[in-house]
């Protein structure tokens, strides 16, 4: 009878320590690369707003494009605890009439889009670029 308990025990700590030790090394399902800046899926119109007061609105076929770059962010480590980036910023971003609002800057040669309160996400793409170009 003891051995049988003994026996179990030593199971059930087997199996304790293999499944935490799978939910640490998929992170619970975690993704360094998880970019959560908006539903892009439901993105109908884009207006970036420079703060050199000109403002460009993309609608239609364009803005894929704007969402392909956006979809591309990467999560960094830093965090958004305010209304507007402490940084000086280039542009803000509306999506879907002011529905998200989204801040982008330029730190360290890197370009970054910040959602306040919820993230800062590094730019893989020259942002401005595409903007000139569309």
Same mark, same amino acid.
Request: aromatic share 8%.
């Given at each position: 009878?003891?051995?049988? &308990? *003994? +026996?179990?025990?030593?199971? =059930?700590?087997?199996? !304790?320590?293999?499944? %935490?030790?799978?939910?640490?090394?998929? @992170?619970?399902?975690?993704?360094?690369?998880?970019?959560?800046?908006?539903?892009?899926?439901?993105?109908?119109?884009?207006?970036?707003?420079?703060?050199?007061?000109?403002?460009?609105?993309?609608?239609?076929?364009?803005?894929?494009?704007?969402?392909? &770059? *956006? +979809?591309?962010?990467?999560? =960094?480590?830093?965090? !958004?605890?305010?209304? %507007?980036?402490?940084?000086?910023?280039? @542009?803000?971003?509306?999506?879907?009439?002011?529905?998200?609002?989204?801040?982008?800057?330029?730190?360290?040669?890197?370009?970054?889009?910040?959602?306040?309160?919820?993230?800062?996400?590094?730019?893989?793409?020259?942002?401005?670029?595409?903007?000139?170009?569309?």
């Amino acid at each position: 009878m003891q051995k049988t &308990v *003994i +026996k179990q025990i030593r199971t =059930t700590i087997a199996v !304790s320590i293999v499944v %935490a030790i799978f939910v640490l090394a998929t @992170g619970c399902g975690a993704s360094d690369n998880d970019n959560r800046i908006v539903d892009l899926d439901k993105v109908e119109r884009i207006s970036i707003e420079l703060f050199d007061h000109s403002e460009k609105v993309f609608d239609g076929g364009d803005v894929g494009k704007v969402v392909d &770059v *956006i +979809k591309k962010a990467k999560l =960094t480590k830093y965090e !958004s605890v305010q209304d %507007a980036p402490d940084k000086a910023p280039l @542009g803000r971003i509306a999506i879907n009439e002011d529905e998200e609002i989204l801040y982008y800057y330029y730190e360290d040669e890197k370009s970054y889009i910040e959602k306040p309160y919820e993230g800062i996400y590094e730019l893989t793409e020259n942002i401005d670029k595409l903007f000139s170009e569309l």
